[in-house]
């Protein structure tokens, strides 16, 4: 029987791990207040929550890009007291539906800040810096890079936009490949596997990393260090399996 070529090709999850794992739902300043608000994520999250979960081992982790738009020509404070606020209430708000729901455990959810995740890698200033330096040389993520300026809307891939780009796309690498302690009271450090997810397309430029593996991280327990969810569509993306070549996003 041939076997099917199931590149650049995405399905849906049936179930996860029967073991401790920590999804990342990483939340856009831009979109807290609509269409990533407090319930919204917790729509998003029952796609998960009981049907794909068989046992209770499941963390969720959401991380706030507050710190990434600090990449701007706004002031820091403006910034800050925009967006405190919103963080804060877009947490509270959720926690209020957890309580309204007693199914799930409130220690099974953490809140945190970009800034608080880059405490938790030691080397991070030294990787950002090669990683800026490998875009300079390399011409194919330059490509990816400006596919995925225009796949957002923006017009102009600046030194703020850059650096937006190289930001996110170096935490969602190192998380995926376990350089990146992820702080979750109900899993306590046992997760066996990190999965990313967000209601949307993954960029090329995350996909490109993950294919070149820039550093030679390796994360063998996480059987989804190269992959990503899609909340929207309800698709997971296995880079291993991606041709970007041919890829339409």
């Not at 800026?132 to 390399?138: L, S």
């Not at 306590?188 to 430029?205: D, R, T």
Request: aromatic residues 16%; positive net charge; glycine residues 4%.
């Amino acid at each position: 029987m041939a076997i099917k070529n199931l590149t650049n090709q995405f399905f849906d999850i049936n179930k996860l791990p029967q073991e401790e794992g920590i999804l990342v739902f990483p939340i856009s300043m831009s979109r807290i207040s609509n269409s990533q608000n407090a319930k919204n994520c917790w729509e998003y999250m029952k796609i998960f929550s009981p049907d794909k979960i068989i046992k209770p081992l499941v963390g969720l982790n959401f991380i706030y890009g507050d710190y990434l738009y600090f990449n701007s020509d706004e002031k820091a404070s403006d910034l800050k007291n925009k967006f405190m606020p919103l963080i804060l209430s877009h947490k509270n708000e959720f926690l209020k539906l957890i309580s309204k729901n007693p199914f799930y455990i409130e220690q099974a959810f953490s809140f945190i800040t970009w800034n608080q995740a880059l405490l938790e890698c030691k080397n991070y200033t030294n990787l950002l810096g090669q990683l800026k330096k490998f875009y300079k040389k390399d011409k194919s993520f330059q490509k990816y890079m400006k596919e995925d300026l225009k796949s957002t809307g923006k017009e102009k891939l600046d030194k703020n936009q850059l650096n937006f780009f190289l930001e996110e796309t170096l935490l969602f690498y190192l998380i995926a490949k376990g350089k990146m302690f992820l702080k979750n009271n109900y899993v306590h450090g046992h997760e066996k596997w990190i999965l990313w997810c967000y209601p949307g397309k993954p960029l090329k430029s995350q996909i490109y990393l993950i294919k070149t593996n820039l550093f030679k991280f390796h994360n063998k327990k996480n059987k989804f260090e190269n992959c990503f969810y899609d909340l929207k569509e309800k698709k997971l993306y296995d880079f291993s399996r991606i041709d970007l070549d041919t890829l339409q996003l």
